[in-house]
């Protein structure tokens, strides 16, 4: 039996559950480290994190399922450590250009578009109905929200997380850790860790 354990049970971890049932995964299980948070939708909490280990010698697979960067790179990276087989996970109703790569932990929702020569880093969040166009490089852990684009040759550092419904003009690169609020349209390079809201995106 092929089974997944989430980390981080919430909103995004049940999309995540969906996309791995739809991708072969006959049982989901979920694990978070909040002892209040018993069940998940239709899901049952097994347990906090602790128990990845012993759930990564029965053949378990897993993923992060936890918005946070910082959080979900430090999860990721930990439970690699402990020997945890981390899967890439990608609707069957997105769009992936053959010649694009996928880093290890990244998830791709529904409807999402990721084009040709185009390189996602591990951890990411690529979430429903984004787009990311032709030859970007998309850095370690970075969300790149529902409804947002990219547009072609753009490059994001690690853990920038690009908002709900925002876009970023061609050629242009975004640094790390920047935080691009929703609706937001870039126009020019970040070059410092911040958050940048409006049209065009400026410092908040
Ligand atoms: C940018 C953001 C992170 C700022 O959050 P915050 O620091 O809590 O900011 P606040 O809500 O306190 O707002 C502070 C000010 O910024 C403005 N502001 C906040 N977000 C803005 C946005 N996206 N565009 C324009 N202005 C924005 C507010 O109107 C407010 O203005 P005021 O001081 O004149 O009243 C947040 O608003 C945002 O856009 N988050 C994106 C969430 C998202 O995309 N989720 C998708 C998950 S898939």
């Not at 880093?103 to 084009?115: E, L």
């Not at 996602?120 to 429903?128: E, F, K, M, S």
């Not at 994001?156 to 609020?181: E, P, Q, Y």
Request: glycine share 12%; hydrophobic share 45%; net charge negative.
């Amino acid at each position: 039996m092929k089974q997944l354990a989430i980390i981080g049970a919430s909103g995004h971890g049940k999309v995540i559950a969906d996309i791995a049932l739809l991708s072969g995964y006959d049982e989901v299980i979920f694990l978070d480290d909040n002892p209040e948070v018993k069940t998940v939708g239709e899901y049952n909490v097994l347990g906090n994190r602790q128990m990845a280990a012993e759930l990564a010698k029965m053949s378990c697979d897993f993923i992060v399922g936890i918005g946070n960067a910082a959080i979900r790179e430090k999860i990721q990276n930990e439970i690699i450590s402990k020997g945890c087989n981390v899967v890439t996970l990608v609707h069957p109703n997105a769009v992936v250009a053959f010649d694009s790569k996928l880093g290890i932990g990244t998830v791709v929702m529904a409807g999402a578009v990721i084009n040709s020569g185009s390189v996602i880093g591990q951890g990411c969040i690529i979430n429903t109905g984004a787009s990311i166009d032709h030859d970007n490089v998309i850095g370690d852990f970075c969300h790149i929200s529902v409804g947002a684009h990219t547009a072609g040759t753009v490059s994001m550092g690690t853990r920038s997380w690009l908002g709900i419904g925002a876009v970023v003009s061609n050629n242009l690169d975004v640094c790390s850790d920047c935080m691009i609020g929703a609706g937001a349209v870039v126009v020019s390079d970040l070059t410092a860790p911040g958050t940048y809201v409006g049209v065009p995106a400026q410092s908040k």
